[in-house]
């Protein structure tokens, strides 16, 4: 049976569905959407289309909170969600900005020192909006083995991997990192505006597998310790610690916390990515704030974290990968491992390496203040061959950088160029990461 309607709103209560403002409708009737959650609104529109008569799809409502009401009709109340460690940023003079549907702080003193304290020193990160999920039993392996591209077979017991989900035809459902405690027991941490649709693809999956997956998206607090005096900072407390290799975790405890101490980032520097209770948050970020004062430790916010995670080449969902771009034509093969037996779009993918990709996430400077924007054209001549997919001002380069979805076939004897409010500039293509 049709999911008859959804409505998606913000709890203002002024019509029959709550509504101040215009409702989006989808092309798909009877779908009204609101645009106060853009993001999640998307998603919902695309697996209405691709999942009309679907359970899926009604987990995926179900996880935004929505609301069965009459007939097979929905509302979802979508209102932002605050972090264990908003009253924290607020102590220290953070600005806040709606993001994937939480309210996140962006800044603290600038974006500027902020990205240099994590290149030069040290910064902290609140990254709890971030979803967690636990799949576990005899069969969690093989599931999670079929549902991504990478092969988490290759990992040992508090090893972690950098993985992706794609849909059937090879796009991306999500990016995220699998954390193996044991064969039968393993953490995903997923991107968190698509947390809701994760969890309700992994969900339709592990049915037919012996396992269960457990969203612990509420249960946990994320804080991010980046930057060449990160060790410093844990050696503060922690003493004795013995430094963690790349993608390798540990579970330690710090002010009586329970923590789970991954040596992984998104930042391009070394540093940790620490899970903690949700309630015991701010126990650890303040011990953390105070055993970084002597490195100069700076709270940091989702501007520098764009800024460096540019700098450094990393994919952002919604930018350099998506449902609509694959993990090859995001840059990402050294995750896809073609030689396993089977997973979901092995073989959508296989089928595009084969034919040679025509298009491909290509990442650049300018020259220049003027930054090109998401959705920038692209020129080869006066043949549009691609568009921008981020851009950003590089702190440390003192010009723009940002990524763009090339055409492959273009003529490459001809420079590329974007334009720029009616000025064309030259596209310098490098090889990230873009500041060293």
């Given at each position: 049976?049709?999911?008859?309607?959804?409505?998606?709103?913000?709890?203002?209560?002024?019509?029959?569905?709550?509504?101040?403002?215009?409702?989006?409708?989808?092309?798909?009737?009877?779908?009204?959407?609101?645009?106060?959650?853009?993001?999640?609104?998307?998603?919902?529109?695309?697996?209405?289309?691709?999942?009309p008569d679907s359970s899926i799809l009604r987990l995926f409502l179900l996880k935004l909170g929505a609301k069965f009401f009459s007939n097979n009709h929905f509302f979802c109340l979508m209102s932002s969600?605050?972090?264990?460690?908003?009253?924290?940023?607020?102590?220290?003079?953070?600005?806040?900005?709606?993001?994937?549907?939480?309210?996140?702080?962006?800044?603290?003193?600038?974006?500027?020192?902020?990205?240099?304290?994590?290149?030069?020193?040290?910064?902290?990160?609140?990254?709890?909006?971030?979803?967690?999920?636990?799949?576990?039993?005899?069969?969690?392996?093989?599931?999670?083995?079929?549902?991504?591209?990478?092969?988490?077979?290759?990992?040992?017991?508090?090893?972690?991997?950098?993985?992706v989900m794609c849909q059937p035809d090879g796009g991306c459902v999500d990016d995220l990192i699998v954390y193996r405690f044991s064969r039968e027991r393993y953490l995903l941490c997923l991107n968190a505006g698509n947390t809701p649709k994760d969890i309700a693809w992994i969900t339709n999956h592990t049915k037919d597998f012996d396992c269960e997956l457990q969203d612990a998206s509420q249960d946990y607090a994320l804080l991010a310790l980046?930057?060449?005096?990160?060790?410093?900072?844990?050696?503060?407390?922690?003493?004795?610690?013995?430094?963690?290799?790349?993608?390798?975790?540990?579970?330690?405890?710090?002010?009586?916390?329970?923590?789970?101490?991954?040596?992984?980032?998104?930042?391009?520097?070394n540093g940790y990515e620490l899970y903690c209770p949700a309630a015991q948050a701010n126990i650890l970020a303040g011990a953390l704030i105070k055993a970084g004062k002597p490195y100069n430790i700076k709270p940091c916010g989702?501007?520098?974290?764009?800024?460096?995670?540019?700098?450094?080449?990393?994919?952002?969902?919604?930018?350099?990968?998506?449902?609509?771009?694959?993990?090859?034509?995001?840059?990402?093969?050294?995750?896809?491992?073609?030689?396993?037996?089977?997973?979901?779009?092995?073989?959508?993918?296989?089928?595009?390496k084969e034919a040679g990709l025509k298009r491909k996430i290509h990442f650049f400077t300018l020259e220049g203040r003027r930054i090109a924007r998401e959705g920038t054209p692209v020129y080869a001549g006066e043949i549009q061959v691609g568009e921008v997919r981020s851009g950003s001002h590089s702190p440390l380069l003192g010009h723009p950088i940002g990524s763009a979805l090339i055409d492959e076939n273009r003529d490459p004897s001809i420079s590329l160029e974007v334009d720029l409010r009616g000025n064309r500039a030259h596209l310098n293509l490098k090889k990230p990461p873009l500041h060293l």
């Amino acid at each position: 049976m049709a999911i008859s309607s959804v409505v998606i709103g913000d709890g203002v209560a002024e019509s029959r569905f709550g509504a101040r403002h215009s409702f989006f409708y989808s092309s798909v009737p009877p779908i009204l959407y609101r645009g106060t959650e853009g993001l999640q609104a998307n998603l919902l529109k695309k697996m209405h289309y691709q999942y009309p008569d679907s359970s899926i799809l009604r987990l995926f409502l179900l996880k935004l909170g929505a609301k069965f009401f009459s007939n097979n009709h929905f509302f979802c109340l979508m209102s932002s969600q605050k972090t264990p460690l908003y009253e924290f940023h607020k102590s220290l003079g953070a600005r806040f900005v709606p993001f994937a549907g939480w309210e996140m702080p962006v800044q603290y003193s600038s974006i500027l020192e902020e990205h240099k304290a994590v290149r030069e020193e040290v910064g902290l990160f609140d990254v709890s909006h971030m979803g967690e999920a636990w799949i576990t039993g005899p069969q969690a392996e093989n599931c999670i083995n079929t549902l991504v591209t990478n092969d988490i077979s290759r990992i040992a017991d508090n090893q972690a991997q950098y993985t992706v989900m794609c849909q059937p035809d090879g796009g991306c459902v999500d990016d995220l990192i699998v954390y193996r405690f044991s064969r039968e027991r393993y953490l995903l941490c997923l991107n968190a505006g698509n947390t809701p649709k994760d969890i309700a693809w992994i969900t339709n999956h592990t049915k037919d597998f012996d396992c269960e997956l457990q969203d612990a998206s509420q249960d946990y607090a994320l804080l991010a310790l980046q930057g060449p005096l990160a060790e410093e900072v844990i050696a503060q407390l922690i003493p004795g610690h013995t430094p963690l290799k790349r993608f390798t975790f540990q579970e330690i405890n710090i002010e009586d916390v329970s923590i789970i101490l991954s040596a992984t980032g998104y930042t391009g520097e070394n540093g940790y990515e620490l899970y903690c209770p949700a309630a015991q948050a701010n126990i650890l970020a303040g011990a953390l704030i105070k055993a970084g004062k002597p490195y100069n430790i700076k709270p940091c916010g989702l501007g520098a974290r764009d800024s460096l995670r540019l700098e450094a080449g990393y994919p952002l969902y919604g930018h350099e990968i998506n449902e609509t771009i694959s993990p090859l034509q995001g840059g990402l093969s050294w995750v896809v491992k073609l030689k396993k037996e089977s997973f979901v779009g092995k073989d959508a993918l296989l089928k595009e390496k084969e034919a040679g990709l025509k298009r491909k996430i290509h990442f650049f400077t300018l020259e220049g203040r003027r930054i090109a924007r998401e959705g920038t054209p692209v020129y080869a001549g006066e043949i549009q061959v691609g568009e921008v997919r981020s851009g950003s001002h590089s702190p440390l380069l003192g010009h723009p950088i940002g990524s763009a979805l090339i055409d492959e076939n273009r003529d490459p004897s001809i420079s590329l160029e974007v334009d720029l409010r009616g000025n064309r500039a030259h596209l310098n293509l490098k090889k990230p990461p873009l500041h060293l």
